[in-house]
């Protein structure tokens, strides 16, 4: 039975002088959410691109918007079904278990619990924090290479192209409102040049540079 009694009402606050002595280890936190969602996106488009290459065609949109909703681990799962390298599978396995670790379980660390109270210094947990970022976002890349050069030749125009394309969209056409908020993160884009930059111009993305 719930508790009968009426609940107080809080308010909350930063600490500034605390957000200032942690805040490395907040954008630390910050880079793994910003490149770990970039992971879930590319993992999401080599399931398109490896999905066209197997029937023809990409997922529905309806079959995209369910995966959309799907977390990162279901992903993969689909993801090995269509036999994607299973090293490959491994690594991404690994970078979404310990981004849930730190994401979920951030409080059980106690590495973090302790740099937080102040009892340890800091400089090693933003390492490891922002080795997960780097990995995540390795990860991305090492996708985006791949499925972004498929699904490009597939569609027959470049990222920027289909920004382009994307940007003639009127939002208030489209009833979904993910699909809707969507299309206006793509639009709020901008000129934005796609072009990777690790690439001199005109190379394919599947024949990045060495040396």
């Known amino acids: 039975m719930a508790d009968p009694r009426p609940r107080p009402e809080v308010t909350a606050s930063f600490d500034n002088d605390q957000d200032d ?3 490395p280890v907040f ?4 880079r793994v959410v910003l ?3 970039g992971l879930e996106k590319q993992m999401l488009l080599e399931l398109t691109h490896v999905r066209h ?3 023809g065609q990409f997922p529905t949109e309806r079959e995209l918007m369910k995966l959309e909703n799907m977390p990162a681990g279901y992903l993969l799962k689909e993801l090995r079904k269509l036999d994607l390298p299973e090293d490959l599978c491994l690594r991404i396995d690994d970078a979404i278990d310990r981004r849930n670790e730190l994401v979920h379980h951030l409080m059980e660390d106690p590495d973090i619990v302790r740099a937080v109270a102040g009892l340890d210094e800091i400089d090693a947990t933003v390492s490891r924090i922002d080795q997960l970022a780097l990995d995540c976002a390795a990860l991305a890349v090492e996708l985006y290479i791949v499925a972004g050069a498929g699904v490009e030749s ?7 192209e ?3 394309v994307l940007g003639t969209v009127d939002p208030a056409t489209i009833d979904d409102p993910r699909s809707r908020r969507q299309l206006e993160t793509v639009r709020a ?7 990777l930059p690790w690439l001199p ?4 993305r599947q024949e990045p540079e060495t040396g």
């Open 201 to 204: 111009a005109g190379k394919s």
């Open 189 to 195: 884009l901008g000129e934005v040049d796609f072009t």
């Open 154 to 160: 597939v569609i027959g125009k470049s990222p920027t």
């Open 35 to 37: 490149a770990a969602g």
């Open 162 to 164: 289909q920004l382009t």
């Open 53 to 55: 290459g197997r029937d």
């Open 27 to 30: 954008r630390a936190i910050g």
């Open 21 to 23: 002595r942690l805040d």
